[in-house]
């Protein structure tokens, strides 16, 4: 059974950095695309950065120039390194999987969810 498990989330002030690591177990992680979604309270769930196999990126346009998707497939790691964080990034930050060649910016194509990470920031 595949398993996803956020850490490095926190309270931190406006212009402050994070970065929140997802640890995977119990799929082939190298042959997944990866992706980092974010629900603010009364919001749906959004995309904020996608990751395929071979190491694609994506960013939604309101992350784009301050976070920093990546993966380390020796350690089926993902991470997100996030710079100049503000108010509006508040959320539960989650991480996916997609057993897929390609990723997603779409949360239902994602198989494998983590339990996700609160990041509040303060302005």
């Known amino acids: 059974q595949a398993q996803l498990v956020e850490s490095g989330g926190g309270l931190v002030q406006a212009g402050g950095s994070l970065k929140l690591s997802c640890a995977a177990s119990?799929?082939?992680?190298?042959?997944?695309?990866m992706g980092w979604f974010r629900q603010a309270p009364g919001k749906e769930r959004e995309v904020v950065s996608t990751?395929?196999?071979?190491?694609?990126?994506y960013y939604a346009d309101s992350v784009k120039g301050r976070f920093t998707i990546s993966r380390d497939n020796d350690k089926n790691t993902l991470y997100l390194q996030m710079n100049g964080l503000k108010p509006e990034d508040t959320a539960v930050y989650y991480c996916?999987?997609?057993?897929?060649?390609?990723?997603?910016?779409?949360?239902?194509?994602?198989?494998?969810w983590g339990q996700g990470t609160q990041v509040t920031v303060s302005s």
């Open positions: 119990g799929l082939t992680f190298g042959s997944s695309a």
């Open positions: 996916a999987a997609r057993p897929q060649r390609f990723a997603s910016v779409q949360a239902n194509e994602y198989d494998y």
């Open positions: 990751i395929n196999r071979f190491g694609t990126t």
